[in-house]
């Protein structure tokens, strides 16, 4: 993988859903090919069918898993609405620059083979059927529980999990059938974050703090590794050595990276070994803002992790070549609720010596804060986009809902370590032939380092 053909377009779900915009959610398809004239420019918008989706993360019909197989191609993908709970199945493979809709899913099937609702994450399995983890049930109440898709026909066949034991609340997962595990985490209740944030609700125990480890033959609930009150684990990674015991999972409220492993008694646990301080502020939300850190990945190799802080409004980059003590080689700041000039004042910061200035490229002011990443094969290119979930952003950044989201691409020095932002690429999603969208997740045709699990 690490020496396949460099991206030369990729795939973004746009959302109008909270933007006062009358308008289906769409699947961009963007030129990142740098000998292109069309060079970071959306060439290509599929409408959905529906209205308010919320379109959010998507993954493949089939597995590097399935590699061998001749009657598999990686031609679908298979898309998500976090709000409406439909699934769209789209067909990149016919034209990779147009793609077309395959099949709908509709939330009825969710609801009623499964009591699940809100899919988020999906992930093609080695038997050729989907796994789609869930963050609810049809009322809107938390529910950490999975579907399975028929990897052919694309129907609901029913839940992955086995046995009484369900978590109360759902959001990533990963899976490593060698050490015969899935790991999966916790965002919050559905009906509770819809609409916005309220750190009471983090009190009353509405948002997340475990890992959950289910055993994937039997595939039931085994072990919750508590990582802290109003932790809220969002993205989990293992390493990409499918040999590897190991792993990282990013806290968006706490600011931590913590790293998950097997233990010697063959259980499993977590250690903190990245914390992003919250900075002491005036003209916010709270006192404290975190850096919310809303994206992680590692890079094909495992030598690096990035991490998105879309509070603070930095990209980091560290060297994992020891898990237990990553190394900050590289930052970069885009945007963010610090920077100079705007309504929030810093009076206490651990990191900083001041406040970041706004970032602006090619005339653009950068509205929100870096959130979702994803990088090229190779490790040298990071692409970023700035819309985390419209409730979110119409609550913490109303401007970028204003103006629409952003693409950015950053070199990265995968020597030394090193982040640079390419002045010459710019996806301004705010100049949209139907109005400002929200861009979320990045996608390459044929799979990258957050699709790819080998086994």
Aim: charged letters at 25%.
């Amino acid at each position: 993988a690490l020496k396949g053909p460099r991206e030369e377009v990729v795939y973004l779900p746009c959302i109008y859903r909270n933007t006062g915009i009358e308008k289906p959610d769409y699947l961009a398809t963007v030129d990142v090919d740098p000998k292109s004239p069309r060079y970071s420019q959306v060439i290509h918008r599929l409408p959905m069918p529906n209205l308010k989706d919320e379109l959010h993360h998507s993954g493949w019909n089939a597995c590097s898993s399935c590699f061998g197989d001749a009657t598999k191609r990686r031609n679908l993908l298979i898309l998500p609405s976090l709000i409406s709970s439909r699934i769209y199945v789209v067909d990149v493979g016919t034209d990779l620059r147009a793609p077309r809709i395959h099949k709908v899913v509709e939330p009825v099937e969710l609801f009623q083979k499964a009591n699940a609702a809100n899919p988020h994450t999906s992930h093609c399995l080695g038997s050729g059927d989907i796994l789609i983890s869930c963050l609810g049930d049809p009322s809107g109440n938390g529910k950490g529980g999975f579907i399975l898709l028929d990897g052919e026909t694309f129907e609901v066949k029913g839940n992955w999990e086995k046995g009484g034991k369900v978590p109360s609340l759902g959001y990533d997962f990963w899976y490593q059938p060698r050490h015969n595990v899935l790991m999966s985490t916790e965002w919050g209740a559905p009906k509770v974050l819809a609409d916005g944030f309220n750190p009471a609700d983090v009190e009353r125990g509405h948002y997340g703090r475990h890992i959950n480890v289910w055993d994937w033959s039997t595939h039931t609930h085994i072990q919750a590794i508590d990582l802290g009150k109003g932790s809220i684990p969002l993205e989990i990674r293992f390493l990409h050595n499918p040999d590897a015991a190991e792993g990282f999972v990013g806290c968006a409220l706490s600011g931590a990276v913590h790293r998950f492993y097997k233990t010697e008694k063959g259980d499993w646990a977590a250690e903190k070994v990245i914390e992003v301080p919250s900075k002491k502020v005036q003209g916010w939300l709270l006192p404290d803002m975190p850096g919310l850190i809303t994206d992680i990945l590692i890079s094909l190799d495992d030598r690096f992790l990035y991490l998105s802080n879309w509070l603070h409004g930095d990209i980091r980059q560290y060297d994992i070549s020891n898990t237990r003590r990553p190394r900050l080689v590289g930052q970069v700041f885009l945007g963010g609720s610090i920077t100079k000039g705007g309504p929030v004042t810093v009076v206490e910061d651990q990191e900083l010596q001041s406040q970041p200035e706004p970032f602006v490229i090619k005339g653009k002011k950068m509205p929100g804060g870096p959130q979702m990443i994803q990088l090229s094969l190779d490790g040298k290119r990071l692409y970023v986009t700035n819309s985390l979930y419209s409730g979110w952003d119409k609550q913490f950044y109303p401007d970028l809902v204003k103006e629409g989201s952003v693409m950015l691409q950053i070199d990265v020095d995968t020597e030394k370590g090193g982040l640079k932002v390419n002045k010459n690429f710019l996806v301004d999603f705010g100049k949209e032939p139907d109005g400002p969208a929200l861009a979320h997740e990045i996608r390459y045709p044929g799979g990258d380092s957050t699709s790819d699990i080998w086994i």
